[in-house]
């Protein structure tokens, strides 16, 4: 590719490199094209006749290069959208799942219909999106961040910046919620929940921080240990939201009967029929 490539020549270029290895190649193109060209995907699709410089030919072939070693799209992007927001990344953080969106759903229900309950939580909080999401969906919520990784930390400090939310989002280094004083009337938790032996077959563990993905020997140790938690952390007629792995609803909702035997609870399933959201109603 020459320094007078067209947006079109690019666009095919990506998609051939792309192939092997994407089940989308012609959307990552896309998205790898804009970012280099700094415009809009419909701008791209719409002017295909457009010359590219040397140094956007070069900015999209290193990056088409990247994905090609196995870097993630979205951290070579350094960016992802979740909730209809975009929200920066770096490899030190989990990269936002459509899946989740399921548990800020599930949030936003709760905040809906209790609007004087305005303390919320969000454990392993990564880039920060689902804390950042929720505090701009409710401009009343306070919400209190944790994660044991200063760098995933610095990355959602940042996003909380970005969408004007940083004064409402208290950003804590800890290890859960253990060194965190006060109770909350809504604790959300996307904690890792792969098994290991699982995890080392996948192709997402070495793309991305193995602290966000290892949820030990069956996947839920680390939620057990939060769980265990809840009953001195959860408002009475709260709500506690974990994110749990497809095959964990028994062994999910077994644990959360040991530590609150009077809750509410039910598990959802995702868009893909997968049980995804673990639900603890707590009562008064």
């Known amino acids: 590719m020459s320094h007078t490539s067209t947006v079109g020549a690019a666009l095919e270029f990506g998609r051939r490199a792309l192939g092997p290895i994407s089940g989308t190649p012609s959307l990552d193109t896309q998205l790898l094209l804009s970012e280099a060209l700094g415009h809009t995907r419909a701008w791209v699709l719409a002017y295909p006749e457009a010359k590219l410089n040397e140094a956007q030919t070069q900015a999209f072939i290193n990056m088409v290069a990247r994905c090609q070693d196995g870097e993630a799209l979205p951290h070579v992007l350094g960016w992802w959208e979740f909730y209809g927001r975009r ?115 996948l192709a997402v563990a070495p793309r991305e921080p193995r602290m966000a993905l290892d949820g030990g020997a069956d996947g839920m140790v680390i939620i057990r240990r939060l769980l265990a938690c809840i009953p001195d952390l959860l408002e009475a007629n709260g709500r506690a939201l974990f994110e749990i792995g497809a095959g964990q609803s028994d062994t999910a909702l077994a644990a959360t009967q040991e530590v609150l035997p009077t809750s509410n609870v039910e598990v959802r399933k995702d868009l893909a029929g997968q049980d995804r959201l673990l639900v603890i109603d707590r009562m008064g």
Not at 129 to 158: C, I, K, N, R
């Open 87 to 201: 929200f920066r990344l770096t490899p030190e953080v989990l990269i936002p799942r459509p899946e989740t969106e399921l548990l800020i759903e599930g949030a936003l229900q709760f905040l809906i219909q209790h609007p004087k309950r305005r303390m919320a939580a969000d454990v392993g909080t990564g880039c920060g999106g689902v804390a950042v999401t929720l505090a701009a969906e409710v401009p009343d919520l306070w919400v209190t961040a944790t994660d044991l990784s200063f760098s995933a930390l610095q990355v959602a400090q940042s996003n909380a910046r970005e969408h004007r939310v940083a004064s409402r989002v208290r950003l804590l280094q800890a290890d859960l919620l253990t060194s965190v004083a006060g109770s909350f009337d809504l604790i959300c938790a996307n904690l890792p929940y792969i098994p290991t032996k699982v995890l080392h077959g």
